[in-house]
């Protein structure tokens, strides 16, 4: 069993960066790829990035590439999305999730709460 707590979303202007983070409990997280989702108001979620256990490999949305980075820390249990020149249509809240792969095709078997991002105009 994998909980994931998600942090750090918020209300920023467009053009700015939000890093949000997700913690994960149990000594098994480094066997899990991570990903992150997210679901705007009004529309079904989607993925937006993925990495696996190692780190060694990466996978992004097309609306979010060379925008947004997602990176992981095994040791402190913890996975992050880097979101720089956010626009108003990244305005969504944010699920973290844990799977044996998570790539856009796949669905993880471990989900956060969310955590909400709102990008102002």
């Known amino acids: 069993q994998v909980q994931l707590v998600e942090s750090g979303g918020g209300l920023v202007q467009a053009g700015g960066s939000l890093r949000l983070s997700c913690a994960a409990s149990?000594?098994?997280?480094?066997?899990?790829?991570m990903g992150w989702y997210r679901q705007a108001p009004g529309k079904e979620r989607e993925f937006v990035a993925g990495?696996?256990?190692?780190?060694?490999?990466?996978y992004y949305a097309d609306s979010v590439k060379g925008r947004f980075t997602i990176s992981r820390d095994n040791a402190k249990y913890t996975v992050y999305l880097q979101m720089n020149s956010l626009k108003p249509e990244d305005t969504a809240v944010y699920y973290c999730?844990?799977?044996?792969?998570?790539?856009?095709?796949?669905?993880?078997?471990?989900w956060g709460k969310g955590t909400l991002v709102t990008v102002s105009s």
């Open positions: 999730a844990a799977g044996i792969v998570v790539t856009s095709t796949t669905t993880p078997t471990y």
């Open positions: 149990g000594r098994t997280f480094s066997s899990y790829a």
């Open positions: 990495i696996s256990w190692s780190g060694s490999s990466l």
